[in-house]
């Protein structure tokens, strides 16, 4: 015969006035966690009790009901109740809806207040940020939806932003195929169909990280950090249909900015307008460039202006501010220190007082109409105005000067000898011809068919390379008066025995300035620039130029060691490492000259103890390593971390493989061949290449790319290696 199941009977409900209702010692929460008691009670006040109060009869000695009753669970709902009442809120007798346990329950009061707290279920974030959406699309905003459920507005929109990933990945956080981090990072981008893209290249990747799904959201954008986003404004960019993209869920420095092509083209034209408001003061040319190379004003005569005088109004301003700054000088100069506040006024006066006395420049009329000006950007977005450079063929054709033919130059330097290498075409506006210096904006190079084979580094590259060499070795020579003389020396027996044209003097010895064609865009802010830089512009203050008579003497008094570093520091100027293209016909250098130079460079290199790496250069992703095939940043990364690591990047993308590759090489001392010293040897006495990297040799301790090293142990890192 079967057995009846035994039928479930519920405790029964009723209202119960408050006063009547008492905390129960039985209640298990003890500890204060999740919304407060105002916030509760302000919830009640608005949407009323949602969940009734578990109460049991409160019984004497005897064990009769004494018409009390405690609450084992649902003392915050009570303590939240007990508020209103206190604020005169809800009244004293108010009826409170409560399930009343049988005071002879074989279940313990400690039992039910347990289980009610741990039988609940969390709603699932996904199903809050979607009940925020429907919330708002039946017409609450998001002040009042933040102060329904007491969270900040900045809150309400986040959990928005979240409601509007693609569905696709909302249900793969659903089914906790990724975290809330990395959903959060997929906001960066409202494009579905390119957060499904990201989503499959980075799914099955050890590199799930958050910021590299924002990077990779964010790679074709421009940060509004960015000079040339500084320079136009957000404001203007957006108002000209761009879109910015930006991160509710942490510092984004304002964004980035969606379109590169619109915004150089702002650039450009807030550039252009610049420009044609300074063709109203006369200059025969303007150039304009986001980026002027280094050595722009190489073989430009600079305008010598004077100071525009002050107004009477600015004189006076200027008085006033003086007699104020000697006045607190004297009263404060028997103490140690300036009192703070003092200390602060009287750097606010040096800065008025500098402000007034920049003055700007007034040229000679005659002067203006054969010079320029420069247009340009700092790092820092703002404009920047060059005036007053006198291009050579501009020069009043009196004053020019006629240069014999016979000055080829021995060593290979070129034969654009003291001409800028600044070439403008004319678009002339307003009697200004205004230019634009560089490459076309969106030109680049398209990327070579990528066959896996090691093929020689592309021509221009190696150009560039053997810029930042050339000017390395020039200021290492500029340092080196021995070497200096030597090479000197070189050049003047050179000349003396292979030369038979030899004509106008007694002796012909010149220095070229040789200007880099071909360099990176970061070749003029690289550390030795600056040093050339410092160190010429210490020179040409102490220098009498312009004074033959004087400047003989300042030379004869020099004391030897000075000697030598000045010869040192102009001799370096005529330093040349460029590779240059070979012309069979005669013009420029030959195969033969160019195999001499690379020679002669290679010596002085080991003259002066050139260490590119010392000399800041690294293999970046824009300056090498994605303008070269696939085999060669693999061989780099081998030659640098081992074969091993080689191998864990050989499945990646370009793009992914050289921003990979730069991670690793960082600080390893790998060098291209170009830039390498082949005269250092290993202790063990085998030549081995500078710049292999340190580590080349020790396969056991494999640095593994980040995508595989994310959430992955110490200890398992070698291990993963090994397999």
């Not at 609450?140 to 939806?145: D, H, L, S, V």
């Not at 940060?223 to 879109?243: C, K, T």
């Not at 910015?244 to 083209?265: I, Y």
């Amino acid at each position: 015969m079967a057995k009846l199941a035994q039928k479930v009977t519920l405790s029964p409900s009723r209202d119960i006035p408050f006063d009547k209702l008492v905390l129960s010692q039985s209640n298990v929460r003890r500890i204060k966690a999740g919304v407060s008691v105002e916030e509760l009670a302000e919830d009640i006040a608005r949407r009323g009790l949602l969940q009734g109060l578990n109460v049991r009869p409160v019984v004497d000695a005897d064990g009769v009901e004494t018409g009390m009753f405690e609450i084992p669970a649902g003392g915050r709902r009570f303590q939240a109740l007990s508020l209103l009442v206190k604020q005169k809120r809800l009244a004293k007798a108010a009826p409170i809806p409560c399930i009343v346990r049988d005071a002879a329950s074989e279940i313990l009061a400690e039992d039910d207040s347990l289980a009610e707290n741990m039988q609940r279920v969390a709603l699932h974030p996904l199903d809050q940020f979607r009940a925020f959406v429907a919330l708002r699309e039946k017409g609450q905003g998001e002040e009042a939806i933040a102060a329904a459920f007491f969270v900040t507005p900045q809150i309400v929109k986040q959990r928005l932003k979240l409601a509007s990933v693609a569905p696709a990945l909302l249900e793969v956080y659903a089914e906790d195929g990724m975290t809330l981090e990395q959903l959060m990072a997929f906001t960066v981008n409202p494009d579905h169909a390119r957060q499904a893209q990201v989503w499959e290249a980075v799914k099955n990747s050890w590199n799930k990280e958050p910021y590299a799904i924002r990077r990779m959201l964010t790679e074709t954008s421009v940060r509004a950090s960015d000079r040339r986003a500084v320079f136009v404004g957000v404001d203007a960019y957006e108002a000209a249909g761009g879109i910015v993209l930006r991160d509710l869920f942490q510092g984004d420095d304002g964004g980035w900015l969606e379109d590169p092509a619109l915004l150089d083209r702002l650039v450009a034209e807030k550039l252009q307008a610049e420009a044609e408001a300074l063709g109203s003061e006369g200059w025969k040319w303007i150039e304009v460039a986001t980026d002027l190379p280094y050595g722009y004003s190489h073989g430009l005569r600079r305008l010598a202006g004077d100071p525009a005088p002050m107004t009477d109004e600015e004189s006076a301003t200027h008085a006033t501010l003086l007699t104020e700054y000697r006045a607190l000088e004297e009263e404060y100069s028997g103490q140690d220190e300036y009192p703070e506040e003092i200390d602060a006024r009287l750097g606010r006066l040096e800065m008025a007082m500098e402000a007034l006395e920049q003055r700007p420049l007034i040229y000679d009329e005659a002067e203006v109409a054969r010079a320029g000006v420069f247009v340009t950007l700092d790092r820092d977005g703002g404009l920047v105005v060059y005036r007053g450079y006198v291009r050579p063929e501009d020069e009043p054709r009196e004053e020019t000067a006629v240069q014999d033919g016979d000055g080829a130059d021995a060593m290979g330097q070129g034969d654009d000898v003291g001409v800028s290498s600044w070439k403008p075409s004319a678009t002339s506006t307003g009697g200004t011809v205004i230019t634009s210096g560089g490459q076309p904006i969106g030109a680049d190079g398209s990327e070579e068919e990528d066959d896996g084979a090691l093929k020689p580094l592309p021509e221009r590259l190696v150009m560039e390379l053997t810029a930042h060499r050339t000017l390395a070795l020039r200021e290492a020579v500029g340092r080196s008066p021995d070497v200096a003389l030597t090479l000197l020396l070189l050049k003047l027996v050179t000349d003396t025995f292979r030369t038979s044209s030899a004509s106008g003097s007694c002796l012909e010895a010149s220095v070229r300035h040789v200007y880099m064609s071909a360099q990176a865009p970061d070749l003029k802010d690289s550390v030795v620039a600056k040093l050339v830089d410092e160190r010429h512009a210490a020179w040409e203050a102490d220098l009498p130029l312009g004074d033959d008579t004087a400047l003989w003497d300042y030379l004869t008094a020099l004391d030897q060691g000075s000697r030598l570093a000045l010869l040192a520091h102009c001799l370096s100027f005529g330093i040349n490492a460029l590779h240059e293209k070979v012309n069979p016909y005669g013009a420029g250098i030959s195969a033969s000259g160019l195999t001499r130079r690379m020679a002669h460079a290679d010596f002085v290199a080991r003259a002066v103890d050139l260490d590119m790496v010392e000399a800041g250069w690294e293999p970046t992703v824009d300056g090498y390593l994605n303008r070269v095939p696939k085999a060669r940043i693999l061989e780099a990364v081998r030659e640098a971390k081992g074969e091993g690591t080689a191998q864990l990047l050989d499945h990646l993308k370009k793009g992914e493989m050289a921003t990979e590759a730069e991670r690793l090489l960082k600080g390893s001392g790998w060098l291209p061949e170009v830039l390498r010293r082949a005269d250092l040897a290993a202790g063990d006495g085998e030549p081995i290449v500078a710049g292999q990297g340190e580590d080349a040799g020790e396969p056991e301790h494999v640095d593994l790319p980040a995508f595989l090293t994310a959430d992955l142990p110490d200890g398992n890192a070698s291990m993963m290696a090994a397999e």
